[in-house]
């Protein structure tokens, strides 16, 4: 812990620095990857706190993952300024509505929904459409899509085509659906992920003396990752926010990703215009990244072009040279898989941690195939983007039995013979059927072993933290953990789709299936979807520390047709490839330099600037206040309908 708050200022750079001590009016920052945005974020409200600035409590730190809060509560620990919630959109909402709920709709709080898509397969069944199961997967995920963007059943089909979303099934057949699986969560008295954001919004707009009770709570607010807000985040902070100015946010506009979700980089990057007076600061020098790997990204913001890109920093890497990054084809996707899995082999066996490597992909179906290459070849890995750890049946299981046998422990089969903490949930655990050594092979048993061993692991992490901590204590922790759904790390290679990749780093990253049709995906059409897509592979190639890894396969399975071509993003890039970028990599720390961004003239850049229109009528906004609400003044609010319709159904169902 730092003996002052100045001395929570060492190893920030000035900027950094300025961005830690600037805490009094809004503040913006704006910066490439790796370049220790979040670090001067946490810095930040650690410095505050420990010069007296800012009481713990009425801090609210908004991260995109719990992972990323997470990691952040414990370096605001590690700093001596404990106690600030640090929080994701959707936990900070859920804790408020869960405790608003009986005073502000009445009754207790519905559950969560456990599995929703069983949910959606209830409705495909009452609806009498018979949905496979990779169908009632995409059929899951246009309903969230629907639910993220605010868009109502009837509005489906013009909605989708508009996005240009490739509809698993007939438009009017999702619409039906997704108005049936309301009904069904309303009859059973369930809410979903979604609802959580939706009703939290509707509630601190209905009622004022709520959101005053928020307000008075949460003074102060930080929020990481602001390029991928989305319109009804955004809406939640200005509620929270009300009439004052207390706001940092930090993001980097060509790491919008979420764009799916109805975010856009324009709150960040029209922040200043709506916050005349913030301090803006820009962070350019590269603390994550070899030259090599930075190259290479700076490469790809080269060939970038939209809004996003009009506001790229070039990044500048402040570390020492290291390996190239490496091209590998590969005939297909089984022989991808083999091949990272040898080369990560090697890596453990020259002494890199396990936990140090990742293997990213575009979607969430590629990961099988890596599941099984490292099963096989005995290493050890982690599913991300499972993010809700504490709802697994297993977890909660586990769960029941750890609380029972710390009631009961003192009297316990097992219990008395065992001592430390650590052997103690072995123990209990063993009763559910966990044994140490993982089962062979793969999916869902693996995955269920894998959610055990997390606790185990956790359960060391505490002990070691926390000498002649009990098993009580281990529950309360665990508690404490499921309602931040902070879910532990287990030890192993990562394997993690490239949209939750975001904010994290490792020293070695493969990124895999970089290939035409994956990355851009097929169904990225329009110009504005392949430059999200070329974003994507920037987000993947800047978490790497070290070495990089990037390679595709032909064809898909082994004997198909090789009819795949490396990703369009590499050309120019990747050492023996021609492009868009006008010249074969020659890599290096000399790439570095500015130059490499002049984009030749051959290629001319199209520069597209945004207009803010009305979400409604479409009319030009100029004003500041409409622009705000992305809706002309003369025109009702769709968005509010939604909502309060949200509320109504609920008061509804409270007063049935
Ligand atoms: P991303 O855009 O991917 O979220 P970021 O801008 O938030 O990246 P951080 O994760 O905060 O970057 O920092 C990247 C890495 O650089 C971290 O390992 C961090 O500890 C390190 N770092 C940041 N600033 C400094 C510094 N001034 N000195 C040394 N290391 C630093
Ligand atoms: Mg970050």
Known sequence: VPDSADAVLDGLDPEQREVATALHGPVCVLAGAGTGKTRAITHRIAYGVRAGILQPSTVLAVTFTNRAAGEMRGRLRQLGAAGVQARTFHSAALRQLQYFWPKAIGGSMPRLVDRKIQLVADAAAACRIRLDRGELRDVTGEIEWCKVTQTVPADYALAAAKAGRDAPRDPAEIAQLYSVYEDLKRDRSVIDFEDVLLLTVAVLQDRQDVAEQVRSQYQHFVVDEYQDVSPLQQRLLELWLGERDSLCVVG??????????????????????????????????????????????????????????????????????????????????????????????????????????????????????????????????QLRGAERFFDRPEVRKAGVALRGAARFGGNDALLD????????????????????????????????????????????????????????????????????????????????????????????????????????????????????????????????????????????????????????????????????????????????????????????????????????????????????????????????????????????????
């Open 252 to 381: 980097d506009a060509s790491q919008t990703i979420y764009s799916f979700t109805g975010a856009t980089p324009d709150h960040l990057l029209d922040f200043r215009h709506r916050h005349p007076g913030a301090t803006v600061v820009k962070l350019v020098r590269d603390y994550r990244s070899t030259p090599q790997v930075v190259h290479l990204a700076n490469g790809l913001l080269s060939q970038a072009s939209g809004r996003a890109a009009d506001h790229r920093l070039e990044l500048v890497s402040q570390r020492a040279a290291g390996p190239e990054p490496a091209y590998t084809e590969y005939p297909d996707e089984p022989a991808e898989a083999e091949g990272a899995a040898r080369r990560i082999r090697e890596l453990l066996d020259a002494g890199v941690r396990a936990s140090e490597i990742a293997i990213l992909f575009r979607t969430n179906s590629q990961s099988e195939t890596y599941e099984q290459a490292l099963a096989d070849a005995g290493i050890p890995y």
């Open 417 to 656: 013979e065992v001592v430390d903490l650590p052997s103690q949930v072995r123990a209990v655990l063993s009763g559910e059927g966990w044994t140490s050594q993982p089962p062979a092979g793969s999916g869902a048993v693996r995955e269920r072993w894998e959610s055990l061993a997390a606790l185990v692991n956790l359960a060391h992490d505490f002990a070691a933290a926390r000498p002649g901590a009990t098993l009580g204590d281990l529950v309360a922790e665990l508690d404490e953990r499921a309602g931040a759904q902070h879910a532990p790390t287990v030890q192993g290679v990562t394997l993690a789709s490239l949209h939750s990749a975001k904010g994290l780093e490792w020293d070695a990253v493969f990124l895999v299936g970089v290939a035409e049709g994956m990355m851009p995906i097929t169904y990225a059409k329009t110009d504005e979807q392949i430059e999200e897509e070329r974003r994507l592979l920037y987000v993947g190639v800047t978490r790497a520390r070290e070495r990089l890894h990037v390679s595709w396969a032909l064809s898909r399975s082994p004997g198909g047709r090789a009819g795949r071509r490396p990703s369009r993003f590499l050309d120019g890039l990747r050492p023996g490839s021609t492009g868009a970028a006008g010249r074969a990599a020659s890599g290096g720390p000399g790439g570095v330099e500015r130059g490499f961004t002049t984009r030749p003239d051959a290629v001319p850049r199209r520069t597209r600037r945004t207009v803010a229109r009305c979400r409604v009528c479409g009319r030009t906004l100029t004003d500041a206040g409409e622009m705000k609400l992305m809706r002309c003044d003369d025109c009702p609010s769709d968005m509010d309908e939604g909502l309060y319709e949200r509320l109504r159904e609920w008061r509804a169902v409270q007063a049935r």
